[in-house]
């Protein structure tokens, strides 16, 4: 490529805070839940850049043509790969997309097709703007973009408040956060200069196995700890996983949670019925992943973000350890702790619309 700026270049980062700030000279936008991608466009060649500096094209064939028809000759954008399915963010759909047979993308690029919504200009023809301000970038970004054919431009404020109504009314459709540019500073490849303020959340889980530690030998220290929801019927799904502990905390729980060790009764041990299983084989796991099964008698609160798939849902990321909570009865633990906000038209945000589906 014959760019001033060819990849790899590292996306500039974030720092995650607890509230959006006030007072602050921040460029707000929404906070996508896709694939942070960079594009690097020079005549007919697209290069589609992953976050760890890998190339995408290959997964996302109608995104890069829809970028060859849309961008000027000679550009690089900071942005995001999304998947939208009625009327909202679709991650899971976006992940499918990562797949190993030529045949099941181009399948998938017709029926879920994902488009780029850019959210940053790094360079134009032979100029790097990446010491320019934010708010540079931004007006020069917003006059190259027109959205249409795949591909959109994401909404900016420097209303603290009207981001606000952003992080809330946003996710139901599929966002996870507000993210917070500094108005007047440069782009910088690989630090965390921006702020990110995620949704939070909690839920009682119970505790229906582990996974050993992969360094240790099996039984020595815990890995991490398999959670489970019960649905409106009080079958007991596996919802995802905790696993941050430090050393002496892995030891400790394999101790504790020796006596639970059952290979007997076991909700996870029957034929599925429809419930969700942990290690169940995936496109990224060709065998069921081992775990070890325990009475599900112990109970323990998480913080989560947010939560994917049809119902039964999953943890989207892992949980995040809160909290033992021996006065909780396993039973009582279900998915309606799990907050479902009110559904939020994806194509209202792509417009920088605020409009409740």
């Not at 992943?289 to 039964?312: D, F, H, K, N």
Request: glycine letters at 8%; aromatic letters at 8%; proline letters at 8%.
């Amino acid at each position: 490529m014959a760019l001033p700026l060819t990849p790899p270049v590292q996306p500039m980062l974030a720092n995650t805070a607890d509230t959006i700030p006030t007072g602050s000279d921040l460029l707000f936008e929404p906070k996508f839940d896709g694939y942070r991608v960079l594009v690097f466009r020079d005549g007919d060649e697209v290069f589609l850049q992953s976050r760890s500096g890998k190339p995408l094209n290959r997964y996302f064939p109608e995104a890069e043509a829809a970028l060859r028809r849309t961008l000027p000759p000679r550009v690089v954008l900071d942005g995001e790969l999304v998947v939208a399915k009625d009327g909202k963010l679709d991650f899971d759909a976006l992940s499918e997309r990562i797949h190993p047979a030529a045949s099941r993308i181009a399948l998938l690029s017709e029926r879920t097709p994902a488009g780029f919504v850019a959210f940053d200009l790094l360079a134009l023809g032979d100029d790097v703007l990446l010491e320019e301000p934010t708010t540079a970038r931004r007006a020069r970004l917003e006059a190259l973009v027109t959205p249409g054919d795949g591909l959109y431009l994401t909404p900016a404020t420097a209303d603290a408040s009207l981001a606000g109504q952003w992080f809330e009314l946003f996710e139901g459709a599929g966002l996870d956060g507000v993210i917070g540019k500094p108005a007047g500073a440069a782009y910088e490849p690989g630090k965390r200069v921006m702020v990110k303020v995620k949704h939070q959340r909690t839920a009682d889980c119970v505790v229906a196995g582990l996974r050993w530690h992969k360094d240790t030998e099996p039984g020595t220290a815990v890995g991490s700890l398999l959670l489970g929801l019960h649905d409106e019927r009080g079958v007991l799904h596996h919802v995802g996983v905790v696993g941050s502990f430090k050393a002496a905390e892995r030891r400790e729980l394999a101790e504790e949670f020796a006596p639970l060790i059952t290979s007997g009764d076991h909700p996870w041990l029957v034929e599925p019925d429809g419930r969700r299983l942990p290690g169940e084989i995936n496109r990224w796991r060709g065998k069921h992943a081992e775990w070890v099964p325990l009475r599900p008698e112990r109970v323990l609160e998480i913080a989560y973000s947010q939560t994917e798939g049809a119902a039964p849902a999953r943890l989207r990321h892992n949980g995040q350890f809160r909290r033992w909570r021996p006065d909780r009865d396993p039973a009582s633990c279900g998915y309606d702790q799990l907050e479902q906000p009110a559904r939020y038209d994806v194509e209202s945000v792509l417009r920088g619309e605020v409009r409740p589906a």
